[in-house]
C-alpha cells in the first residue's frame, strides 16, 4: 500500500506548544446494577454486588494542532472507550478534558453546542441511518447549527461530497446502495459537514478491503491538508498506524503504558508490552525470525491486576511490578514508557 505522509516538524514543535485537546487524568467506570433477580437473590443472603468495568484507569493525553497520534492496543484496552471521551460521547468518571486549555463544557455551550471534534465511526453501514438520504445524514447537523442555510443544503453537501470523492448523484441515495468504501466516505463527509478541527477516527478503515484502505487513508492525509486538521486514528493495525501518524501511543488495559514519535517507537520500543507487538506484527522481512507470542489473555477489566497491570503477561516481571503502579515518565526526548525497568 502507499500512503501520502508528511508534515514531520509537528513532531519537534509539538512538545512547546499547549495542546489542542488534552485529556487530563481521565478514566471511565461503566456500572452494572444488579437485576431484579439478582436484588432479590441479595436480600436472601447471596453476597452479590454491582460489577465495574474499569474501561479507562487515569489516562493524560494531549494532541498538538496538525498532529496525527496513532492509538494502538488490543481490542478491550479501552481506546474506543477513550475516543468516544474525547468526543464528548462518553461522560468522565474522573478528571477533565481541555480545548486549548479551557473546560470541554463551558466551551460546548458558546458553540452553541457545535463541537469542535467529531468522530468517524469504524462500522459506516452500522453508523449510518438507513432510513435517510445522503442529503439528510450529511447536511442535516450543518443546517440544525446555523452553519449552512437550509436552501443551500444540497450545494454544500455535493461540495463536500466532492472533497471525499463522490459524485454528486449520491446526494440522494441511501447508505445501502453504497460500497464499503463508499460508505465510509459518507461518514468522513459527515463528520467534515460541521467544520471541525479534530477528528476521532475509531479503527475507521478496519472493514474495508486492503485496496480500499489505502485510498482512505490518503483520503484522509489530503483532508489533512486541506481542512489544517487534527486526527487521534485510533487502531490495531501497527502498519496503518506507522504510515500515518506522527506519534504512537501504545495503550494496554485502560493504561498508557508507551508513547514516542512514530519512527522512534517502531526502531526503539521500551515497553514490553510495545516490545511484544512489534514482534508479533506481520513483516516482508524474509530473514528467519523466531515468533514467541505475549502469553496469557487480556486480563478483564472488571478485575484488572494491581500495580503494573501487564506484570501477570511480562516476561521481565518483579516483585514490586505486582505491587507498585510504575511512572509514566520520559526515557528519551519525546519518548515516554511506565516500566519499573527503566528504574526509580
Known amino acids: ?71 494502538i492496543g488490543e481490542s478491550g484496552c479501552g481506546k474506543s472507550t477513550l475516543g468516544r471521551m474525547a468526543v464528548g460521547l462518553h461522560s468522565l468518571s474522573d478528571g477533565a478534558r481541555l480545548w486549548r486549555g479551557e ?11 457545535n463541537s469542535p471534534i467529531q468522530m468517524v465511526f469504524q462500522d459506516p453501514h452500522a453508523s449510518l441511518n438507513p432510513r435517510l438520504r445522503v442529503r439528510d445524514i450529511v447536511g442535516e447537523a450543518p443546517v440544525v447549527h446555523g452553519l449552512v442555510a437550509k436552501r443551500q443544503q444540497d450545494d454544500y453537501v455535493k461540495s463536500l461530497l466532492e472533497r471525499v470523492g463522490l459524485p454528486q448523484t449520491a446526494l440522494t441515495r441511501f447508505p445501502h446502495q453504497f460500497s464499503g468504501g463508499q460508505r465510509a466516505r459518507v461518514g468522513i463527509a459527515r463528520a467534515l459537514a460541521v467544520k471541525p478541527e479534530f477528528l476521532v477516527c475509531d479503527e475507521a478503515v478496519a472493514a ?57 517507537l517502531y526502531s526503539h520500543p521500551n515497553h514490553p508490552y510495545t516490545q511484544g507487538l512489534l514482534a508479533e506484527a506481520p513483516t516482508l522481512d524474509v530473514r528467519k525470525k523466531t515468533f514467541i507470542a505475549i502469553k496469557g489473555e487480556l486480563p478483564s477489566p472488571l478485575a484488572p491486576p494491581s ?38
Do not use: W
Not at 227 to 252: C, E, N, P, Q, W
Not at 308 to 336: G, K, L, Q, V
Open 208 to 264: 474495508l478491503d486492503v485496496s480500499i484502505q489505502a485510498q482512505v487513508l490518503n483520503l484522509f492525509m489530503a483532508l489533512r491538508e486541506e481542512f489544517k486538521l487534527t486526527y487521534l486514528f485510533i487502531s490495531h493495525d501497527l502498519g496503518v498506524v506507522r504510515h500515518l501518524a506522527d506519534r504512537v501511543v501504545i495503550m494496554y488495559l485502560g493504561r498508557i503504558v508507551e508513547s514516542a514519535p512514530t519512527d522512534e
Open 103 to 113: 473546560d470541554m463544557v463551558p466551551l460546548g455551550r458558546q458553540r452553541g453546542g
Open 1 to 71: 500500500m502507499k500512503f501520502e505522509h508528511n508534515n514531520m516538524e509537528i513532531q519537534a514543535t509539538a512538545s512547546l506548544a499547549q495542546p489542542l485537546l488534552e485529556m487530563r487524568r481521565v478514566s471511565k467506570r461503566f456500572i452494572k446494577p444488579l437485576d431484579a433477580a439478582a436484588k432479590i437473590a441479595k436480600l436472601f443472603g447471596a453476597r452479590l454486588k454491582e460489577e465495574t468495568v474499569h474501561a479507562v484507569d487515569g489516562v493524560t493525553l494531549g494532541v498538538h494542532a496538525g498532529e496525527v497520534v496513532g492509538l
Open 307 to 344: 500495580g503494573c497491570h501487564f506484570h501477570p503477561r511480562c516476561p521481565h516481571a518483579m516483585a514490586r511490578c505486582s505491587i507498585e503502579r510504575p511512572e509514566f515518565r520520559e526515557i528519551a526526548p519525546m519518548h515516554f514508557s511506565a516500566c519499573h525497568l527503566n528504574g526509580n
